[in-house]
């Protein structure tokens, strides 16, 4: 079983009230994901995840921590921390150290192989896919995979 750290966008997609026709997608996708592929999974968030869907300005913000109860969550510890500002530094993710850069830094410093998103600019971008890669080669980590979705499925097919 692959780790997959699910990023908020995830869990906004699935309880998005939103009809513009990527919404709809996203959100027949990412529940299609949760019923179907992460029984699958051994699934993780982190505190950064469980912050930004606690937000009383979050839409759905119970629904959305429903579906987190349970959740293994890792920690933020200094050493993410640390990483987040070394990606937030090289330009790898927008500042300020928190967000995107929490969340790349905590699957990073975790060994996390998969970190699941909707977040295309920042996050499952080709372009900062290599910066990423760059930027962790050098410090001796190794980044995880960054996908949405949609293209993260059938792993454990035989």
Known sequence: MARVYLETSF?????????????LYWREVSNEWWTFEAPRHDLV???????ELS??????RDQALTM??????????DEVIGLAEVLVKEKVMPGPVA????????ATWHSVEFL??????????PNKRTHLGTVCLRLGLVPPTIVT????RGLNDD
């Open 11 to 23: 869990f906004s997609a699935c309880v998005s009230t939103r009809t513009t026709t990527r919404s």
């Open 55 to 60: 937000d009383p300005a979050f839409p759905q």
């Open 116 to 125: 699941l998103t909707w977040n295309v600019k920042h996050l499952a971008n």
């Open 45 to 51: 968030v982190s505190g950064e995840v469980i912050a």
């Open 99 to 106: 967000g995107d850069a929490l969340h790349v830094a905590a």
């Open 68 to 77: 987190v109860k349970g959740l293994p969550s890792l920690e933020i510890s």
């Open 149 to 152: 979705p949609d293209l993260l």
